[in-house]
């Protein structure tokens, strides 16, 4: 199985950039064979000291953690090993800059690993899995809103509540409050692709939206994603990051000619 | 396109951007001793082999199919013509290359130049010309209500540009870098 890779990514209408992104090497066969493929990314906490700083510095560490997968070692318990692994390094940072639980950064992970998804995530950014033109979520936010959903709140409610968005677990405490892990893996198929986006994003662009823009050629589709939340022009626009991997459907669509083509018509067919 | 992955894990299309437009700017010394790397030949050597992918640009919409295929009939490629540097703005110590013809400014990534700096254009700001017959460069005014300014005046239509003129869009300001001139030209 070969994936395809893309990503977008824009400051919105912030000051800086705090969300980090990173994928491996899906050319590393070596470790390919041991681990698979990952995509890692983080969005900063706005509100706090150095954002930019850990998003960064958790991405690295699943990356770098993650890496170090032996054969034996399941891919869930190698995500869970580098989370924690991760979460200590941004609780390190806080202690460093002197605000420990001052620093903080979402984490969000996606695996590929013969033929199954893996994942695992805390925080408000989401995995979604696009099958055959629709959208499927597969992470829960961890905020307040969904804690509240879960306490029976009416959705009304909810959208009045001014902390809404509040996160209930992401890196920088002691321990990560609450650690999302695919309970069971994905078995993939051809031509799924899978969305890992910030906040940002999702926030502009609803559903349908963004089902339709995942349609394009896979290595673009992130860029086009960002484009068409910029294009909302958002007064208040936060970072967005969308970062885009498929399932290589057949080894005609790697030639790239045919692929291109297409997207390239579908492009200015829907323009 | 070429989509190519950077040291930190981001993918881009290397034919838009010679350095990863998602690595921060921070390391701003380790960044122009890549860039002067980049810079070397041998870089665009390497395209030759890309061929087929060129083919993107002239379908995604930015309607230079003929660009595009005037000078790869002549050339077997769609060659690097010259750089523009931003040296002031959001995306400074970055560079983008410049192709034939029409190099469109704008802040969307499917611009030739696409610059993270809210003041400027989505689309089409301005443009940077390289006429492949003449081998000579202009800059001229885009479609919006944004003005360029070359050297502190502004583009009321085109100017034509030499080796280190200064574009100012928004609040960028990107230097001018020309390759193909007098004593270069892509045969
Ligand atoms: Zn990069």
New binding site residues.
Partial sequence: MRCLVGNGQHRGRRKRQEDSF?SSDPCDEAFVARAGFISVLADGMGGMARGREASSLAVEAILEAYAVKSEAETVPAALKRAFIRANEVVFELGREVGLPGAVGTTALAAVFFEKQLFWAWAGDSRLYLWRRGSLHRLTEDHNLATRLEGEGVSPEAIARNPEREALTSFFGFPAIPHLGLSEVPLPLEEDDRILLCSDGLYRSLDEPEIAALLADDPRRAGEILVDRVLAKKRPRQDNVTALVVAVEPCPAFSAGLFSTLAAGARRLLTS | MAWVR?????Y?DDERHS?????GVGDLAGQVSALQNEALPEGDEEKTVRLDDGTLRALGGTGEGETVAYVRARTGMDPVTGWLVCIDGPDRGRDFRLRSEKNSIGRLATNDVPLSDETVSRENHGFVVFDPRKVTFSVRAGEGRGLIYKNGDEVPFSEPLKAYDVIEVGQTRLLFVPLCGESFRWE
């Fill in positions: 990173a | 950077c040291e930190k894990g981001h881009y350095l990863c437009p998602y690595c």
